[in-house]
C-alpha cells in the first residue's frame, strides 16, 4: 500500500502537511468533506499544492515531522520545486 506525505493550502492561505496510506485522492476529499475533526475541518476547502511517495508509513510520518517544523518560505519553496531556493533557505536558519 503506497504511503505518503502531502502539503494542502488551506482556505485562509495556511498550509496544512499530513502525512498517510492508500489513495491520495481519497485522503483529500477526506479533508474537504470533514471528516477529521482538526485543522482542515475548519479551514475548508482544501487544494493539494505538494505530495511525495514514501513507500513506507514510518518514511511517510517522519517527512510529516520534518516539513511540519519549516518556515512557511521553505514550505514554498518546496511546492515551487525551487530547490536552489531551499537549500538558500536551510543554510539562513542555522
Same mark, same amino acid.
Given at each position: ?11 485562509? !492561505? =495556511? ?25 482542515? =475541518? ?12 514514501? !513507500? ?12 511540519? !517544523?519549516? =518556515? ?8 515551487? !520545486? ?7 533557505? =536551510?543554510?539562513?536558519?542555522?
Amino acid at each position: 500500500m503506497n504511503a505518503f506525505v502531502y502539503i494542502l493550502h488551506c482556505r485562509d !492561505g =495556511s498550509y496544512y502537511v499530513g502525512s498517510a496510506r492508500g489513495s491520495l485522492e481519497t485522503r483529500i476529499a477526506q479533508h474537504n468533506a470533514g471528516i477529521y475533526q482538526g485543522y482542515t =475541518s475548519t479551514h475548508r476547502p482544501v487544494r493539494l499544492v505538494y505530495s511525495q511517495d514514501s !513507500g513506507r508509513i514510518t518514511d511517510a510520518i517522519e517527512a510529516e515531522r520534518r516539513l511540519k !517544523g519549516w =518556515s512557511r518560505a521553505k514550505k514554498e519553496a518546496l511546492i515551487a !520545486g525551487d530547490f536552489d531556493r531551499l537549500k538558500h533557505l =536551510s543554510r539562513s536558519r542555522r
